[in-house]
Structure formats: structure tokens, C-alpha cells
């Protein structure tokens, strides 16, 4: 009897041993999945590690593994589907941690759902992540702004980053998206005022990745036809600098030749080498 108990210890032993090796690897790969999120470029191997240590790990630490993909899906431009991923999570809570991507998470779905047009399911939850701050905080500027553009109301759009873009600036969240929002606001509203703003920032932002130009092209076209006129600019740069160095490069072969046929020796009039016989 006491051999068969210890048997059955062991094994369980052994079982709660594998289980914790298992959760310790999920907790790895969401560590190192983490780490991708500040790398260039790291978001779809992110995506990947995010996704492989959800299917280990429970309760709260899955809700923050699955955040992580629907984050990495919406920096790629997968709107629909990180919002398919986001609002699911909407009514679970995440490790004790990280109480502000609470707060944060909802904003992250509202920008989705602005993108994909549906305006007034993410000004449900804008509301939602500002009542769970408790007031107005810059990350929510972004997700707000879009909402505006898309509803077509593009000076409030930009009253709204022009009073808020030195706390912006300060806290580090003037990105990519919120620039190209302001640049597209100026360009509706007065185009010929701003227009070597608008044309600074496109090229500064272009060429904007051709995934979020084909999600615009069905999802919002008005802002696709914008983000074209980027590409357009930096195509029609590059092709004048080609054209400036290959001009550069055709005069310096023209001097080498040059300079190669005045320091060539004159042929003989009499038709030998010159050399005394």
C-alpha cells in the first residue's frame, strides 16, 4: 500500500512538474515577445510568441498574452483583426501590473474600430478607457483624433493637436499615425496654406507600408488617396535624384575621357615613332 501512494506522489509530482515547466516556457516566450515590441519590425515574430504563450497560461496572464496579439495586429494594420482579438478582452482583467493598460487597452480598440469606420462603438469605449483614468491623458489622443477624422470633422481634429501637441511632445507620443492624422486634417481644411507642411510630412512618413494602404483602400479610401500622394512624392524624389547622379556620373566619365585624350602623346606627322635610326 505505501509503495502504490508513493508511486502515485511521484507521478503527480512529476505532472505538476511538467505543468510548471510548460507555464515557465509560456512566460518566456511572453517575456521575450515583450522585448520584440521595442524592435523594429519585431511585431510579427512578436505576434507569434504572444500567441504561443496564450495557449499556456490562464486567467489574467492570458488576457495580457492576448492583448499582446491584438497590439502587434494593429501596428501591422490588421484593424479588423485586432479588434476582433481587443474587445473580447474588454470585461476580463489583466495581472495586478499592469492596471494601466486597462486603461490603455480600450483606447487600442477605439483606434480599430475608427479605422474600420465603426465610430460610434469606439467612442463607446474612448469613454471607457477615460473613466477608467479618470480624465483626459495624451495615449488617448491619438485613438480621439482618428474618431474625429473619420467623422469628418477635421478642424476640431486639429484644434484639438494643436492644444494638446507640446504635452504630446513631451510625453513622447507624437507618432507616425498622429502625424500623418494632422497632416491629412491640414490638407482637408486648407491645402493651399499648408501645403509645405503636408509635403514635409509625407515625405518624412513615405513610403507608408503598402499593407495599410490596401487596409485604407477598403476601409477609407479619402485617406488612402492621401497616403498615395506620399509614395507619389518620394517616387518622384527618388527619380529626380537617379536622374541628378546619373547626369553627375555621365559629365565625370565625360572629363575622365577628356583628360585622357589630352594627356595622350600627338601621333608623328611622318608616320614613325619619332626614334633616330
Same mark, same amino acid.
Given at each position: 500500500m505505501e509503495y502504490v501512494l508513493v508511486s502515485i506522489l511521484g507521478v503527480s509530482l512529476v505532472g505538476v512538474a511538467r505543468m510548471l515547466l510548460r507555464l515557465d516556457r509560456r512566460l518566456r516566450c511572453y517575456?521575450?515577445?515583450?522585448? +520584440? =515590441? *521595442?524592435?523594429?519590425?519585431? $511585431?510579427?515574430?512578436?505576434?507569434? =510568441? $504572444?500567441?504561443?504563450?496564450?495557449? *499556456? +497560461? !490562464?486567467?489574467?496572464?492570458?488576457? %495580457?498574452?492576448?492583448?499582446?496579439?491584438?497590439?502587434?495586429? &494593429?501596428?501591422?494594420?490588421? !484593424?479588423?483583426?485586432? %479588434?476582433?482579438? =481587443?474587445?473580447?478582452? &474588454?470585461?476580463?482583467? =489583466?495581472?495586478?501590473?499592469?492596471?494601466l493598460d486597462e486603461v490603455v487597452l480600450p483606447g487600442h480598440l477605439a483606434l480599430c474600430l475608427a479605422m474600420l469606420g465603426e465610430t460610434s462603438r469606439a467612442r463607446h469605449w474612448l469613454g471607457v478607457a477615460h473613466e477608467r483614468f479618470g480624465g483626459r491623458v495624451t495615449f488617448l489622443v491619438l485613438p480621439e483624433v482618428a474618431i474625429l477624422c473619420r467623422e469628418g470633422h477635421l478642424g476640431a481634429a486639429l484644434k484639438m493637436m494643436e492644444d494638446c501637441w507640446p504635452l504630446l511632445m513631451a510625453d513622447g507620443r507624437v507618432c507616425s499615425r498622429l502625424r500623418l492624422f494632422r497632416a491629412f486634417a491640414q490638407w482637408k481644411v486648407d491645402p493651399e496654406r499648408n501645403t509645405d507642411f503636408i509635403f514635409m510630412t509625407l515625405l518624412s512618413l513615405a513610403p507608408l507600408?503598402? @499593407?495599410?494602404?490596401? $487596409?485604407?483602400?477598403?476601409? @477609407?479610401? /479619402?485617406?488612402?488617396? $492621401?497616403?498615395? &500622394?506620399?509614395?507619389?512624392? /518620394?517616387?518622384?524624389?527618388?527619380?529626380?535624384?537617379?536622374?541628378?547622379?546619373?547626369? @553627375?556620373?555621365? #559629365?565625370?566619365?565625360?572629363?575622365?575621357?577628356? #583628360?585622357a585624350a589630352s594627356n595622350r602623346e600627338p601621333l608623328n606627322p611622318n608616320g614613325d615613332d619619332g626614334s633616330s635610326g
Open positions: 517575456r521575450q515577445a515583450c522585448d +520584440l =515590441l *521595442g524592435e523594429h519590425g519585431g $511585431f510579427q515574430r512578436a505576434e507569434a =510568441l $504572444f500567441q504561443e504563450a496564450a495557449r *499556456g +497560461l !490562464y486567467g489574467t496572464h492570458r488576457t %495580457a498574452a492576448l492583448a499582446g496579439v491584438g497590439l502587434c495586429r &494593429m501596428q501591422r494594420g490588421g !484593424y479588423a483583426e485586432a %479588434a476582433a482579438v =481587443l474587445e473580447p478582452l &474588454m470585461a476580463q482583467r =489583466l495581472p495586478r501590473s499592469m492596471r507600408p503598402e @499593407w495599410e494602404m490596401a $487596409f485604407c483602400r477598403e476601409h @477609407w479610401p /479619402v485617406l488612402a488617396d $492621401f497616403m498615395r &500622394m506620399g509614395n507619389e512624392l /518620394v517616387a518622384r524624389q527618388e527619380e529626380q535624384r537617379a536622374r541628378r547622379q546619373a547626369e @553627375w556620373e555621365a #559629365r565625370y566619365a565625360q572629363r575622365d575621357r577628356e #583628360r
